[in-house]
């Protein structure tokens, strides 16, 4: 009963959502690139809330998840263009990169971890802007690279094409609304009911158990090295949809796209939004893209404010935006339930608060 | 050359990580403080004037980040540690781009050492000798001082066991932010050294800052001789593969790194106490 609430309350809020910002200064295709990038910020807490391991590499994921996609469209297979198909090569792919990397990566402690994914990710970039060129077309990109049509049974949908004209007054028009929202949407609902499933399940209480306390779970049998290497595949498979599609919807693909940039804004967006919480990712990256969408159209200042957000962010709100409120509302329900919740350190000030 | 200033600014990484467990993803920000610094204040008052001024900005500029901010993330995991240093970073460095501009900036040579030096069997700029003669001064300093001085010693004890030393009367705190201001400064001069030869740019921290992560991490993460040495092979590695191969000079470092960790994970003279914290 609960899950059913859960999973119709997710649904109805991906409904809403692309209506909801409208008067606030957004528009259908921000919500479209909301979503996209959403999903990958989903894999990378994952991996950073859950598995407690810091990516500074998700960018390698990402952009070879958008140039696979499209390369498979465009050279792969350009007789017979299928938009599953350029999905499925492209997760694939990411996936086995994934491994590769993971199993160098993974048996180290967090701090080298950081480094080395960042390492890595540069690595890619690298190799994609200057060793395979000929393919990836260099510093220029791929560019105009139309996506096919989702072909579902005997259905062939055209995903840029709007929905029916119908005015809603402040929340704008249903035609400002393409059939890539609607897509993209059913997709996030997927990652979100699986992002859900997992931290719930043994394994995710296995990486929950290993980020508190790596040597005692070790000691207790598990195998850490493998709980961490499928979390970072996992992570880089999500990381790798979200940049296929990205690549889709866009239509293009540039080696900026693996750049550290990229890397660093989905550790902002998830810790802006809140590690550890199920909608926090998706929330700030909603949260920061949005800004930067009104922000940038104002003032060159925009990643100098992005950067002043985060710091304030770690310093004041250690929880991210939504870790905050959720651990205040925790602390007044009730201070037993919330300190068997939560680890004896983090308990203690809650329950302070509670008190006071 | 480019080997010589990542041993520069790998070496600042290394020692500030030996004392504080602390990998500084602001180090490239320190970097690009002393380059900006040291152009507008050799642009009045010369090369010289700019080398003195600029470290001690950059070093004066770092005791305030680790008064201000990065003490209350000290006995935070080192996760959060990360996220902060990479916060001020994107912080500076957009703040330099707000103040100077995108576009990348000359840093002339002054002319009494724009000349080459006849070496007898070629010649080669005289900025570039005196920069390696200066990196080369740099490290022997900074070796004495870790190894040679009394006060090298509570560093070096601070490292093994903070506790201890605290109870023995060292002020590991006091050692801690020297070191951190020490490591910048490095930066900060090497900001300004390395400029009239790779010119200026926002981004100019962060392009040093990757590769001296794999110097590290080939040399080993905390070792002295392992940031030298890793700065090396890197340096030399990029000059090999550009004449052979230009198309993969800036890739051959990760492969590297990554036949490092295949085959001696903490790196070539690191201990192995580090990877797994």
Redesign the interface.
């Known amino acids: 009963m609960k899950d059913l609430r859960f999973y119709a309350l997710t649904a109805l809020g991906l409904v809403l959502f692309p209506f909801a910002i409208h008067p606030i200064g957004g528009y259908g295709g921000l919500a479209t690139q909301i979503l996209i990038v959403g999903i990958a910020s989903i894999g990378f807490n994952l991996l950073l809330g859950y598995a407690g391991l810091l990516s500074y590499g998700q960018a390698m994921f990402y952009g070879l998840g958008a140039y696979v996609a499209l390369l498979t469209v465009s050279r792969f297979f350009p007789q017979h263009p299928n938009f599953w198909l350029a999905i499925a090569l492209a997760v694939t792919f990411v996936s086995l990169v994934a491994v590769a990397v993971g199993m160098l990566v993974v048996r180290l402690y967090g701090i080298y971890f950081a480094l080395l994914t960042l390492a890595f990710a540069q690595m890619s970039y690298f190799l994609v802007f200057k060793v395979f060129d000929n393919l990836t077309q260099g510093d220029d990109g791929l560019q105009g690279i139309a996506s096919p049509p989702l072909a579902l049974g005997p259905w062939s949908i055209d995903l840029t094409a709007p929905l029916p004209a119908l005015a809603l007054g402040p929340f704008g028009d249903l035609s400002d609304i393409h059939y890539w929202y609607v897509f993209v949407a059913i997709v996030t609902f997927g990652v979100i009911a699986f992002s859900r499933t997992l931290t719930r399940s043994q394994f995710g209480e296995v990486l929950g158990a290993i980020r508190e306390n790596e040597e005692r779970s070790r000691f207790v049998g598990f195998d850490i090295a493998r709980y961490k290497l499928a979390a970072f595949v996992i992570a880089g498979a999500l990381t790798g949809l979200s940049g296929a599609l990205r690549g889709l919807y866009e239509t293009s693909a540039a080696p900026d796209i693996l750049t550290v940039d990229t890397s660093g804004n989905f550790v902002i967006y998830t810790v802006v939004g809140g590690v550890q919480t199920l909608f926090g990712p998706l929330l700030g990256t909603g949260l920061v893209m949005y800004l930067q969408n009104v922000i940038s159209a104002k003032t060159d200042a925009w990643r100098l404010i992005e950067g002043v957000i985060f710091v304030l962010v770690i310093v004041f709100l250690p929880g991210g935006v939504l870790g905050t409120l959720e651990k205040r509302r925790a602390g007044r329900r009730n201070i037993v339930t919330n300190a068997l919740r939560t680890t004896p350190a983090e308990a203690l000030p809650a329950a302070g608060e509670a008190t006071r | 050359m480019r080997g010589l200033v990542y041993v520069a600014i790998a070496l600042g990484l290394t020692i500030v990580?030996g004392m504080l467990?602390l990998?500084n993803f602001a180090h490239g920000a320190f970097y690009a403080i002393g380059a900006y610094v040291g152009l507008v204040v050799a642009g009045r008052f010369g090369l010289v004037a700019a080398l003195i001024a600029a470290p001690v900005a950059v070093a004066a500029f770092a005791v305030v980040f680790d008064r201000v901010?990065l003490r209350?993330f000290y006995d935070k995991?080192?996760?959060?540690q990360?996220?902060?240093t990479?916060?001020?970073a994107?912080?500076v460095e957009?703040?330099l781009?707000?103040i100077f501009g995108s576009s990348t900036l000359p840093f002339p040579i002054p002319d009494a050492i724009s000349g080459s030096f006849n070496l007898g069997f070629a010649s080669y700029p005289a900025y570039r000798l005196l920069f390696a003669a200066g990196i080369i001064l740099v490290v022997v300093a900074v070796w004495y001082f870790i190894e040679g001085t009394d006060y090298g010693l509570i560093v070096r004890a601070g490292v093994r066991d903070r506790t201890m030393v605290q109870l023995l009367g060292g002020n590991v705190q006091l050692a801690s932010t020297i070191i951190f201001a020490l490591g910048a400064g490095i930066a900060g001069l090497v900001g300004v050294a390395a400029s009239p030869i790779y010119s200026v740019d926002p981004n100019t921290g962060?392009s040093f800052l990757?590769p001296s992560?794999?110097v590290?991490?080939i040399g080993g993460?905390g070792s002295f001789w392992g940031a030298v040495l890793g700065g090396l092979i890197v340096g030399e590695l990029g000059s090999l593969t550009t004449l052979l191969f230009p198309?993969?000079s800036?890739?051959v470092i990760?492969?590297a790194?990554?036949v490092v960790?295949?085959v001696r994970?903490q790196g070539l003279l690191g201990e192995s106490e580090?990877?797994?914290?």
């Open positions: 990580f467990r990998v901010l209350r995991e080192p996760t959060s990360i996220l902060v990479f916060g001020v994107i912080v957009e703040t781009r707000l962060f990757v992560f794999v590290v991490v993460l198309a993969a800036d890739v990760y492969v790194m990554a960790l295949l994970p580090v990877i797994k914290g």
